[in-house]
């Protein structure tokens, strides 16, 4: 029954950078995975990075080197920082815990 609240989504010029977080309330935070997931109008849902409890986190090709996953335990809180942000990366960003998905915050990237 884990609740996920999502934020930080915006525009943003090409080479920029947004942090989006995601908040959960319940108790399994800790001790499971969060993943993030993308999804641009009429395409399908993409994985994009997953962070783990004590583990080195796993990022999908087309966000290598540009994206991070980080996790504040204290606030019961995930963080997918993305640089370096390209026209590409246009899509609504979803977070996923225990199979609970948050609402999704648009980010596009564009001049």
């Known amino acids: 029954q884990v609740q996920l609240v999502e934020s930080g989504g915006d525009l943003v010029q090409p080479g920029g950078s947004l942090r989006l977080s995601c908040e959960a309330s319940g108790s399994a935070f800790r001790s499971n995975a969060m993943y993030w997931h993308r999804q641009a109008p009429g395409k399908q849902r993409e994985w994009v990075a997953v962070s783990t409890p004590g583990g080195i986190p796993v990022y999908a090709d087309s966000v290598k080197g540009r994206f991070t996953v980080s996790r504040d335990n204290a606030k019961n809180t995930a963080y997918l920082q993305m640089d370096s942000l390209k026209p590409e990366d246009t899509a609504v960003y979803y977070c996923?815990?225990?199979?609970?998905w948050g609402q999704g915050t648009q980010v596009t990237v564009s001049s």
């Open positions: 996923m815990c225990r199979g609970e």
